[in-house]
């Protein structure tokens, strides 16, 4: 299983670009790249997926590089809202998630 | 967001006694999970179902039991209750091609006195 490694926890002005990285060393040829939001209360919920270089959708950028060795999600200008617990996983989802671990998560906090 | 809900939402219980949390889904996904949450440790796989009737264990499965009878439920039994289980659970499903992402419920805050 890819184990990753990601900061405890970041602080952020309202406004600014907020980088997170996760180091997953031992990623396997199968395995995709995937950063969930968690709220206080709440499950977790999907916000960007990729397998290498650049993926893009309306809420998150995702930047993994030729290595994939580790992967960067860039929120732009946060939010207050954007407070969150963000978690990366990486593992071979062919047939389910069982095989997929989450570890605990970069606490983000946005500071007005 | 998809389908899923959990009920109930909390509940607290007395040491010893059974509890049921029940998953339900309208997305007709193929994979259902339980989870928990604990502070420190993240979310950790409970058990885990890959079809009707077909379940299997996940890294924490000790003390839990769990059933699917019909595509669209997922039922997570601690057949009789500890203090350790004091967590948050949470039902998630996904389709189980190697791109669908997994979907949360919103959680089931259980308490064991």
């Known amino acids: 299983l890819a184990k990753t490694t990601q900061p405890i926890s970041m602080d952020s002005y309202e406004g600014q670009e907020v980088n997170i990285t996760c180091s997953h060393n031992n990623i396997a040829t199968n395995d995709y790249i995937t950063w969930y939001q968690q709220f206080p209360s709440q499950g977790p919920r999907f916000i960007i997926q990729?397998?290498?270089t650049k993926v893009t959708n309306e809420v998150a950028s995702l930047f993994i590089p030729a290595d994939r060795k580790s992967s960067t999600l860039s929120l732009p200008r946060v939010s207050l809202s954007d407070t969150a617990v963000y978690y990366c996983l990486v593992g071979d989802r062919a047939g389910g998630y069982q095989k997929v671990t989450f570890g605990t998560g970069t606490k983000l906090q946005v500071i007005p | 967001d998809a389908g899923i809900t959990q009920s109930p939402r909390h509940k607290v219980t007395e040491t010893g006694t059974p509890v049921t949390l029940r998953c339900h889904q309208t997305e007709n996904h193929r994979y259902m999970y339980w989870y928990r949450q604990d502070p420190g440790h993240g979310l950790r796989l409970i058990h885990y179902?890959?079809?009707?009737?077909?379940?299997d264990k996940g890294e924490v499965s000790d003390g839990y039991s769990v059933s699917r009878s019909k595509t669209e439920d997922f039922l997570l039994t601690l057949e009789s209750a500890t203090s350790s289980q004091t967590s948050v659970y949470f039902c998630a499903i996904s389709e189980g091609t190697v791109i669908s992402p997994l979907h949360f419920g919103n959680g089931t805050r259980l308490t064991v006195t």
């Open positions: 990729g397998y290498k």
């Open positions: 179902s890959y079809g009707v009737k077909d379940t």
